[in-house]
T-cell receptor
């Protein structure tokens, strides 16, 4: 019940395309859902996060869609760029961001 | 600049040795965390500390130990009891309990290799 499932494991997108990464969870106590971006050999960095009281949040080219009833949330990267090539992790936490549970990650490659 | 520093960046250990990974933060955060990252497995929580002089085991604490004597420091010792320690280790921090929607900040990581 503490797991966060993430798909796909890897994704290849052409420059300018839309990248979509999906996550699902079981624990209804989760109340904070961040996405992290990680470049090789670096620590993850927060990209965008959403709370369950909204269904969508957009920041620039990055959008989180959240479906509370389905217990799913997804990251959309519009106009994908080669510089977006990285590993993306979804995560979830209860109690306003205390301990986090991470998905296994999606390796995104954006072809020039 | 505020942030989290980890040292060393690369660490090599012989079997049977204990090694200590350093993590320091100047963000004035109460909570600190250690994660282990293996390819294709995401981040797994080793230990966390919500306050000085207190820490709890995470999901994979066996073979690891920590201390939290100062708010800004949370060193991780990988002991000889950890059977497969080769991994990328990440330290993180958040503002702590009672704060709304904590962003978790990560350090740059330490790559540990057992020879």
């Amino acid at each position: 019940q503490q797991q966060v499932k993430q798909s796909p494991q890897s994704l290849i997108v052409q420059k300018g395309g839309i990248s979509i990464i999906n996550c699902a969870y079981e624990n209804t106590a989760f109340d904070y859902f961040p996405w992290y971006q990680q470049f090789p050999g670096k620590g993850p960095a927060l990209l965008i996060a959403i709370r369950p009281d909204v269904s969508e949040k957009k920041e620039g080219r990055f959008t989180i869609s959240f479906n509370k009833s389905a217990k799913q949330f997804s990251l959309h990267i519009m106009d994908s760029q080669p510089g977006d090539s990285a590993t993306y992790f979804c995560a979830a936490s209860a109690n306003y961001g205390q301990n986090f549970v991470f998905g296994p990650g999606t390796r995104l490659s954006v072809l020039p | 600049d505020g942030g989290i520093t980890q040292s060393p960046k690369y660490l090599f250990r012989k079997e049977g040795q204990n090694v200590t990974l350093s993590c320091e933060q100047n963000l004035n955060h109460d909570a600190m965390y250690w994660y282990r990252q293996d390819p294709g497995q995401g981040l797994r929580l080793i230990y966390y500390s919500q306050i000085v002089n207190d820490f709890q085991k995470g999901d994979i604490a066996e073979g690891y130990s920590v201390s939290r004597e100062k708010k800004e420091s949370f060193p991780l010792t990988v002991t000889s009891a950890q059977k497969n320690p080769t991994a990328f280790y990440l330290c993180a921090s958040t503002t702590g309990q009672g704060r709304a929607y904590n962003e978790q900040f990560f350090g740059p990581g330490t790559r540990l290799t057992v020879l």
